[in-house]
């Protein structure tokens, strides 16, 4: 086909061309739109996935990097051969533009070639990964916590006499015993979400109405990061957790102190407060030995939970993990938390009209009454036994 050569002043007004006269502008911008793309994906900073610490992450990373290497000399092999073949097949000066060069349309061996070798790749690929998907469904020994994601935190329950009573239930952050293999049972009380602690294993959804066997493990102690990786509605984003390794006989004390019931507390200002959260809160929230009898399995949540706040200052985090509990000089971080009890739809995006997360107090506490609450919060247990660095 002998085209017409065109000249600069056509392409100019040829639509066309012009799209492909104006990519450099786009090619301009690729950085910025790639900068922003990294550091959207960086927001939460301490969920790392390339730094795996549980045997089941490193069982994962260790895929990952495997696929990687192989992905990358399929890449690095195609991206020579693009190169080879344009360079020796582009047209000379002497070529007869109407002439097409050598087809090789229909050579059996070229095309068993490119089947073959792509077939042995993914077969190989299929031979490390599927028993290592089965091994990581599978139970370990350990002990069983539960965990059931909702809008929009998380609550592990602990049997630790095996009567099938739980016998712990906290919010947010999952503690465990180093070196131990815990198996996860997961569940949603309303919508998808995913469990996802990249340093101690990969991710696995929570579906309504489905149990969900994960397990998690650390060789070390330490706070390690995660959040729901499912979609699940407004706050989403605001759906984070922490898993809390302590060494066995932090581990133990933990156990001891969680189990330990709230008492009625002798202070005015907490007592004062201990009252107000039993006008104002119990319809949600339990707190074990003195209000028990209200709360979880209440018709004002979606869910039918709110955080059992027994032992609320023996975490590090609080509304879905996303305020610190402490500062960074151990001091109770009473600024973010009276500002959550006061209008928690403010301080985190959620639908409380709608029965999903915690009603506004802005209109109905004062601010002594608020105080109040804060102080008897803080009587709540405490400190945690563990610290983020
Ligand atoms: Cu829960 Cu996303």
């Given at each position: 086909m002998s085209a017409k050569k065109s000249t600069s002043k056509e392409i100019s007004h040829n639509p066309m061309k012009q799209r492909v006269f104006n990519t450099p502008r786009i090619l301009r911008h690729t950085p910025l739109i790639l900068l922003t793309a990294i550091l959207t994906s960086c927001a939460t900073g301490r969920i790392d996935p390339t730094d795996p610490v549980g045997e089941n992450a490193k069982q994962i990373d260790g895929i990952m990097r495997l696929s990687g290497y192989m992905a990358t000399a399929v890449g690095i092999f195609v991206a020579i051969a693009v190169v080879v073949v344009i360079v020796k097949f582009r047209e000379k000066p002497d070529d007869d533009p109407d002439e097409l060069p050598k087809q090789i349309h229909g050579n059996r061996k070229a095309e068993l070639t490119w089947t073959v070798i792509p077939v042995l790749l993914l077969v190989f690929l299929a031979v490390v990964t599927i028993p290592a998907v089965f091994d990581l469904s599978g139970k370990s020994d350990g002990r069983t916590i539960q965990v059931e994601g909702q809008q929009w935190w998380w609550q592990f329950s602990y049997?630790?006499?095996?009567?099938?009573?739980?016998d712990i239930v906290t919010a947010n952050e999952i503690v465990i015993p180093v070196g131990e293999e815990i198996n996860l049972d997961i569940r949603s009380n309303d919508v998808i979400h995913s469990f996802w602690i990249p340093q101690l294993n990969g991710k696995k959804d929570a579906v309504p109405g489905r149990v969900h066997h994960w397990r998690i493990s650390s060789p070390v102690p330490g706070i390690f990061y995660g959040e729901c990786v499912e979609f699940c509605g407004l706050s989403h984003a605001n759906m984070q957790m922490r898993a809390v390794v302590l060494e066995r006989d932090d581990y133990e004390a933990w156990v001891q102190e969680q189990l330990t019931p709230a008492t009625i507390p002798a202070d005015t200002a907490a007592k004062r407060g201990y009252d107000l959260f039993g006008r104002h809160c119990v319809s949600c929230h339990v707190v074990n030995g003195v209000y028990e009898s209200a709360g979880n399995g209440n018709a004002n949540l979606t869910s039918g939970y709110a955080p059992n706040l027994t032992h609320l200052m023996t975490r590090t985090s609080f509304a879905g993990s996303i305020f610190e509990m402490y500062k960074d000089d151990g001091s109770v971080n009473i600024a973010d938390l009276r500002e959550w009890v006061r209008n928690a739809p403010e301080n985190k995006p959620s639908r409380p009209d709608n029965r999903q997360g915690m009603i506004s107090f802005a209109e109905t506490l004062s601010d002594s009454e608020l105080d109040d609450l804060v102080t008897y919060l803080l009587?709540?247990?405490?400190?945690?036994?563990l610290m983020p660095s």
């Open positions: 049997d630790v006499d095996e009567d099938g009573i739980h009587t709540l247990g405490g400190p945690p036994p």
